[in-house]
């Protein structure tokens, strides 16, 4: 059984930093990748970090240069530091993984935790 877990979030203060968390349990790291998205109330999903498998990490446009995204294998954990955050950064933050099936990925996420930045 799939399941991702994700931790970290909270409130801060416009400026401030938090470090997200993901553990993933049921799959490992694949060709699937994996991902962190976040959906704000009356926002469409927005994707802030995909993690390809061979390591490469892409960021939207909004979050470049302030978030980092990275993997422990060994742990089959992501993590997503977000520093200078901003009050449009408010939003819940999901972690996402894929299984393979076939020629797509069945995808996975996991229940969200709230990142709440006030001024």
């Known amino acids: 059984q799939v399941r991702l877990v994700e931790s970290g979030g909270g409130s801060v203060q416009a400026g401030g930093s938090l470090k997200l968390s993901c553990s993933v349990s049921g799959l490992r790291f694949n060709s699937c990748g994996m991902e962190w998205f976040r959906q704000a109330p009356g926002k469409e999903r927005e994707s802030v970090s995909f993690?390809?498998?061979?390591?490469?990490?892409t960021y939207g446009d909004s979050v470049k240069g302030r978030f980092t995204a990275s993997v422990d294998r060994a742990k089959n954990s992501l993590y997503l530091q977000m520093n200078d955050l901003k009050i449009e950064d408010t939003a819940v933050y999901y972690c996402?993984?894929?299984?393979?099936?076939?020629?797509?990925?069945?995808?996975?996420w996991g229940q969200g935790t709230q990142v709440t930045v006030s001024s």
């Open positions: 996402a993984a894929g299984l393979p099936k076939g020629r797509v990925c069945e995808n996975y």
């Open positions: 993690i390809e498998n061979q390591g490469v990490i």
